[in-house]
């Protein structure tokens, strides 16, 4: 059942191959959990990204990424991620993201993703059903 909330959570364990020699998330697989989360928020939501490439002609491109990390994920962790959309246009949306473990933030993002043409590469608006399908958060 399509889900209309506007923050979507998403839980998934740290594997080795997540890691760096020490045990520590390679700070770059952050940006793999983000995607990860905005991808299982559409799913929630009733859209799946290749249904929209193929029917639609449309997939979302990363414009813009900013991370802020506050304290490391280790192997084995039970990570959360929290997204919510916190400003959009007819064209993008900007997703905050929230990576946990428990209580403890580790590393927040803010992902600006843009609809494309997928033949053309050219910016398309969003499909009115899918972006109210993306709520806007509350506090944003």
Aim: charged share 25%.
């Amino acid at each position: 059942m399509p889900s209309n909330d506007s923050t979507s959570h998403f839980h998934f364990r740290v594997y080795y191959e997540d890691t760096d020699h020490g045990g520590v998330v390679y700070h770059a697989n952050y940006l793999r959990f983000m995607e990860r989360a905005r991808t299982e928020m559409l799913r929630e939501r009733g859209y799946e990204l290749d249904v929209l490439e193929q029917e639609e002609g449309l997939i979302f491109a990363v414009r813009r990424a900013s991370l802020d990390f506050r304290a490391p994920a280790r192997f084995n962790d039970l990570l959360h991620v929290e997204t919510q959309v916190v400003s959009k246009t007819p064209v993008r949306m900007d997703f905050q993201h929230t990576v946990s473990v428990a209580d403890r933030v580790l590393c927040g993002g803010r992902i600006e993703v843009v609809c494309l043409d997928a033949a053309g590469f050219r910016p398309h608006v969003i499909p009115a059903a899918l972006s109210q399908a993306i709520p806007l958060s509350v506090s944003s």
